[in-house]
Protein backbone atom coordinates (compact mmCIF):
# COMPACT_ATOMS: atom_id res chain seq x y z
CA UNK A 1 0.00 0.00 0.00
CA UNK A 2 2.76 2.04 0.51
CA UNK A 3 4.31 1.93 -2.46
CA UNK A 4 1.33 2.98 -4.40
CA UNK A 5 0.79 6.27 -2.06
CA UNK A 6 4.55 6.52 -3.20
CA UNK A 7 4.30 6.12 -6.89
CA UNK A 8 0.98 8.64 -6.64
CA UNK A 9 2.65 10.95 -4.46
CA UNK A 10 5.50 11.23 -7.62
CA UNK A 11 3.30 11.34 -10.52
CA UNK A 12 1.54 14.53 -8.59
CA UNK A 13 4.40 15.92 -7.91
CA UNK A 14 6.08 15.30 -11.41
CA UNK A 15 3.21 17.48 -12.90
CA UNK A 16 3.54 20.36 -11.07
CA UNK A 17 7.65 20.15 -11.72
CA UNK A 18 7.17 19.67 -15.42
CA UNK A 19 4.24 22.22 -15.81
CA UNK A 20 3.99 24.86 -12.90
CA UNK A 21 7.99 25.16 -12.13
CA UNK A 22 8.24 23.60 -8.92
CA UNK A 23 11.76 22.77 -7.69
CA UNK A 24 13.47 21.43 -4.69
CA UNK A 25 13.79 21.77 -1.60
CA UNK A 26 9.97 22.00 -1.75
CA UNK A 27 7.82 24.36 0.24
CA UNK A 28 5.27 24.02 2.53
CA UNK A 29 3.35 26.66 3.67
CA UNK A 30 1.20 25.17 6.67
CA UNK A 31 -1.66 27.00 8.33
CA UNK A 32 -2.84 26.99 11.72
CA UNK A 33 -5.72 24.19 11.59
CA UNK A 34 -3.15 21.78 10.06
CA UNK A 35 -0.22 22.08 12.51
CA UNK A 36 -3.13 21.98 15.12
CA UNK A 37 -4.83 18.54 13.85
CA UNK A 38 -0.97 17.57 13.53
CA UNK A 39 -0.34 18.77 17.28
CA UNK A 40 -3.21 16.61 18.44
CA UNK A 41 -1.95 13.38 17.21
CA UNK A 42 1.86 13.69 18.28
CA UNK A 43 2.91 14.08 14.17
CA UNK A 44 6.35 15.13 13.43
CA UNK A 45 5.50 17.93 10.68
CA UNK A 46 9.14 18.09 8.82
CA UNK A 47 9.94 14.14 9.41
CA UNK A 48 6.72 13.20 8.17
CA UNK A 49 6.62 15.74 5.58
CA UNK A 50 10.82 14.14 4.13
CA UNK A 51 9.13 10.77 4.22
CA UNK A 52 5.84 11.42 2.68
CA UNK A 53 7.84 13.43 -0.37
CA UNK A 54 10.93 11.61 -0.19
CA UNK A 55 13.40 14.46 -0.76
CA UNK A 56 13.99 17.94 0.74
CA UNK A 57 11.12 19.47 2.17
CA UNK A 58 10.86 22.58 3.96
CA UNK A 59 7.74 23.26 6.37
CA UNK A 60 7.12 27.45 6.69
CA UNK A 61 5.19 30.13 8.01
CA UNK A 62 4.58 33.52 8.15
CA UNK A 63 4.10 36.03 10.88
CA UNK A 64 0.06 36.55 10.33
CA UNK A 65 -0.57 32.52 10.53
CA UNK A 66 1.42 32.60 13.85
CA UNK A 67 -0.39 35.93 15.20
CA UNK A 68 -3.73 34.02 14.04
CA UNK A 69 -2.87 31.25 16.40
CA UNK A 70 -1.86 33.04 19.29
CA UNK A 71 -5.23 34.92 19.30
CA UNK A 72 -7.63 31.90 19.47
CA UNK A 73 -6.36 31.31 23.48
CA UNK A 74 -5.20 29.26 25.33
CA UNK A 75 -6.21 26.05 23.99
CA UNK A 76 -3.87 26.91 20.76
CA UNK A 77 -0.50 27.74 23.14
CA UNK A 78 1.48 24.29 22.26
CA UNK A 79 0.17 24.82 18.36
CA UNK A 80 1.60 28.21 18.33
CA UNK A 81 4.67 27.40 19.85
CA UNK A 82 5.24 24.36 17.41
CA UNK A 83 4.59 26.84 14.48
CA UNK A 84 7.27 28.91 15.56
CA UNK A 85 9.72 26.32 15.21
CA UNK A 86 9.14 26.76 11.37
CA UNK A 87 10.37 28.71 9.20
CA UNK A 88 8.95 31.88 8.94
CA UNK A 89 8.52 33.56 5.26
CA UNK A 90 7.87 37.60 5.13
CA UNK A 91 4.62 38.05 4.03
CA UNK A 92 4.47 42.11 4.06
CA UNK A 93 1.34 42.06 6.50
CA UNK A 94 3.77 42.62 9.26
CA UNK A 95 2.22 46.27 10.15
CA UNK A 96 -1.18 45.06 9.20
CA UNK A 97 -1.61 41.30 9.81
CA UNK A 98 -4.51 39.43 8.19
CA UNK A 99 -5.51 36.22 8.94
CA UNK A 100 -4.18 32.82 7.44
CA UNK A 101 -6.24 32.19 4.67
CA UNK A 102 -6.27 35.70 3.04
CA UNK A 103 -2.22 35.82 4.29
CA UNK A 104 -2.05 31.96 2.10
CA UNK A 105 -3.68 33.11 -1.40
CA UNK A 106 -1.42 36.48 -0.94
CA UNK A 107 1.99 34.32 -0.70
CA UNK A 108 0.60 31.86 -3.26
CA UNK A 109 0.35 34.71 -6.41
CA UNK A 110 4.22 35.07 -6.78
CA UNK A 111 5.76 31.77 -5.10
CA UNK A 112 5.46 27.86 -5.87
CA UNK A 113 4.10 26.70 -2.51
CA UNK A 114 2.47 23.45 -1.42
CA UNK A 115 -0.68 24.70 1.18
CA UNK A 116 -0.97 22.59 4.09
CA UNK A 117 -4.02 22.95 5.68
CA UNK A 118 -7.49 21.25 7.34
CA UNK A 119 -9.47 24.64 6.17
CA UNK A 120 -12.20 22.90 3.78
CA UNK A 121 -12.82 26.90 2.18
CA UNK A 122 -9.08 27.27 1.77
CA UNK A 123 -9.14 23.68 0.50
CA UNK A 124 -12.08 24.51 -1.81
CA UNK A 125 -10.18 27.88 -3.10
CA UNK A 126 -6.63 26.06 -4.16
CA UNK A 127 -8.66 23.52 -6.07
CA UNK A 128 -9.91 25.90 -8.44
CA UNK A 129 -6.33 28.07 -8.47
CA UNK A 130 -3.74 26.59 -10.90
CA UNK A 131 -0.44 25.69 -10.04
CA UNK A 132 -0.97 24.86 -5.70
CA UNK A 133 -1.01 21.47 -4.76
CA UNK A 134 -3.09 21.03 -1.70
CA UNK A 135 -1.59 18.77 0.95
CA UNK A 136 -4.03 17.80 4.35
CA UNK A 137 -4.09 14.82 6.97
CA UNK A 138 -6.61 12.68 5.34
CA UNK A 139 -9.28 11.73 8.51
CA UNK A 140 -7.31 14.44 10.71
CA UNK A 141 -4.20 11.27 10.72
CA UNK A 142 -3.21 10.47 6.85
CA UNK A 143 -1.12 12.98 5.16
CA UNK A 144 -2.24 13.26 1.97
CA UNK A 145 -0.90 15.35 -1.28
CA UNK A 146 -4.65 15.55 -3.32
CA UNK A 147 -4.56 15.08 -7.00
CA UNK A 148 -4.17 17.76 -9.28
CA UNK A 149 -7.94 19.21 -10.27
CA UNK A 150 -9.39 19.61 -13.48
CA UNK A 151 -9.08 23.26 -13.84
CA UNK A 152 -5.20 22.48 -12.90
CA UNK A 153 -4.99 20.26 -15.95
CA UNK A 154 -7.08 22.54 -18.24
CA UNK A 155 -3.97 25.06 -17.33
CA UNK A 156 -1.21 22.87 -17.77
CA UNK A 157 -2.58 22.08 -21.28
CA UNK A 158 -3.11 25.45 -21.99
CA UNK A 159 0.72 26.25 -20.76
CA UNK A 160 1.73 23.54 -22.99
CA UNK A 161 -0.12 25.03 -26.21
CA UNK A 162 1.56 28.23 -25.70
CA UNK A 163 5.41 27.01 -25.13
CA UNK A 164 4.80 24.71 -28.17
CA UNK A 165 3.52 27.22 -30.64
CA UNK A 166 4.65 30.24 -32.01
CA UNK A 167 4.50 33.42 -29.85
CA UNK A 168 2.32 36.32 -31.58
CA UNK A 169 5.36 38.59 -31.65
CA UNK A 170 7.38 35.64 -33.57
CA UNK A 171 4.34 34.60 -35.84
CA UNK A 172 4.19 39.04 -36.86
CA UNK A 173 8.10 39.25 -37.39
CA UNK A 174 7.69 35.98 -39.67
CA UNK A 175 5.08 38.13 -41.47
CA UNK A 176 6.45 40.70 -42.06
CA UNK A 177 9.87 39.21 -43.66
CA UNK A 178 7.42 36.95 -46.06
CA UNK A 179 5.99 40.47 -47.13
CA UNK A 180 9.32 41.73 -48.01
CA UNK A 181 10.67 38.93 -49.50
CA UNK A 182 7.83 38.64 -51.66
CA UNK A 183 6.89 35.46 -50.51
CA UNK A 184 3.05 36.48 -49.65
CA UNK A 185 1.03 39.56 -50.36
CA UNK A 186 0.60 42.36 -47.83
CA UNK A 187 -2.27 42.07 -45.63
CA UNK A 188 -4.89 44.72 -46.10
CA UNK A 189 -6.08 46.14 -42.92
CA UNK A 190 -8.88 47.74 -44.16
CA UNK A 191 -7.95 51.65 -43.50
CA UNK A 192 -7.80 54.67 -46.37
CA UNK A 193 -5.56 53.18 -49.72
CA UNK A 194 -3.12 55.64 -50.76
CA UNK A 195 -3.33 57.59 -53.82
CA UNK A 196 -0.90 56.18 -55.91
CA UNK A 197 1.32 59.15 -57.60
CA UNK A 198 0.81 59.57 -61.46
CA UNK A 199 4.13 59.14 -62.85
CA UNK A 200 5.63 60.24 -66.59
CA UNK A 201 5.29 57.69 -68.84
CA UNK A 202 8.92 56.12 -69.55
CA UNK A 203 10.73 58.06 -72.77
CA UNK A 204 12.57 54.56 -73.79
CA UNK A 205 9.08 53.07 -74.14
CA UNK A 206 7.11 55.82 -76.37
CA UNK A 207 7.43 56.18 -79.77
CA UNK A 208 8.95 59.11 -81.35
CA UNK A 209 6.54 61.98 -83.02
CA UNK A 210 6.47 61.78 -87.28
CA UNK A 211 7.56 65.05 -88.81
CA UNK A 212 6.17 66.36 -92.11
CA UNK A 213 8.24 67.17 -94.50
CA UNK A 214 8.30 70.38 -96.27
CA UNK A 215 7.03 70.78 -100.14
CA UNK A 216 4.48 67.63 -99.81
CA UNK A 217 0.90 68.06 -100.97
CA UNK A 218 -1.70 67.45 -99.64
CA UNK A 219 -2.31 63.89 -101.83
CA UNK A 220 1.78 62.91 -100.32
CA UNK A 221 3.10 63.52 -103.76
CA UNK A 222 6.03 66.05 -103.43
CA UNK A 223 5.55 69.76 -104.74
CA UNK A 224 7.26 70.38 -108.32
CA UNK A 225 8.00 74.16 -106.80
CA UNK A 226 11.75 74.63 -105.77
CA UNK A 227 13.35 77.83 -104.00
CA UNK A 228 14.67 80.21 -106.26
CA UNK A 229 18.42 80.34 -106.67
CA UNK A 230 20.44 83.11 -105.61
CA UNK A 231 23.46 83.92 -106.73
CA UNK A 232 26.64 86.06 -106.27
CA UNK A 233 25.60 89.55 -104.46
CA UNK A 234 22.31 87.85 -103.13
CA UNK A 235 20.92 88.40 -106.25
CA UNK A 236 17.84 86.26 -107.24
CA UNK A 237 18.40 84.41 -110.84
CA UNK A 238 15.46 83.74 -112.67
CA UNK A 239 14.83 80.35 -113.66
CA UNK A 240 15.46 80.48 -117.53
CA UNK A 241 13.40 78.71 -119.55
CA UNK A 242 14.39 75.80 -122.12
CA UNK A 243 14.11 76.75 -125.84
CA UNK A 244 13.05 74.05 -128.03
CA UNK A 245 15.21 74.53 -131.18
CA UNK A 246 13.00 73.27 -134.14
CA UNK A 247 14.59 72.15 -137.51
CA UNK A 248 14.94 74.91 -140.76
CA UNK A 249 12.61 72.80 -143.41
CA UNK A 250 10.10 73.22 -140.32
CA UNK A 251 10.66 76.46 -139.38
CA UNK A 252 9.98 77.42 -143.27
CA UNK A 253 7.19 75.50 -143.67
CA UNK A 254 5.17 76.84 -140.98
CA UNK A 255 6.01 80.39 -142.43
CA UNK A 256 4.53 79.31 -145.60
CA UNK A 257 1.69 77.96 -144.45
CA UNK A 258 1.28 81.22 -142.36
CA UNK A 259 1.67 83.22 -145.69
CA UNK A 260 -0.99 80.90 -147.32
CA UNK A 261 -3.37 81.65 -144.98
CA UNK A 262 -3.54 85.01 -145.16
CA UNK A 263 -4.05 85.55 -148.95
CA UNK A 264 -7.37 86.33 -150.57
CA UNK A 265 -9.33 83.42 -151.62
Sequence with gaps: MKITKHKKTRKYMSF???????REPLLVLIDGSFCHAAYKIRL???EQLKKYFQCEVKPIVTACIITETDNLGPG???TSQLLKKFLVHRCGHEKRPLDGSSCIKSMTKSCHYIVATQDRALQEWVREHPGIPLFYLH???VPTLVQPSEAHRQAA???????????????QTIQKLKVKEGLVAPESNGGPKKKR??????PLSCKKPKKT?????GKGTPSESKPPTVGEGGVV????????????HVIEHLKAGNGGGAGPS
Design 213 to 217: KKGVD
Design 44 to 46: QIE
Design 157 to 171: AEGQKSRVGIRELDQ
Design 16 to 22: YINNFGF
Design 139 to 141: NAS
Design 197 to 202: KVKNPN
Design 237 to 248: KKKSRKRIKLPK
Design 76 to 78: FTG
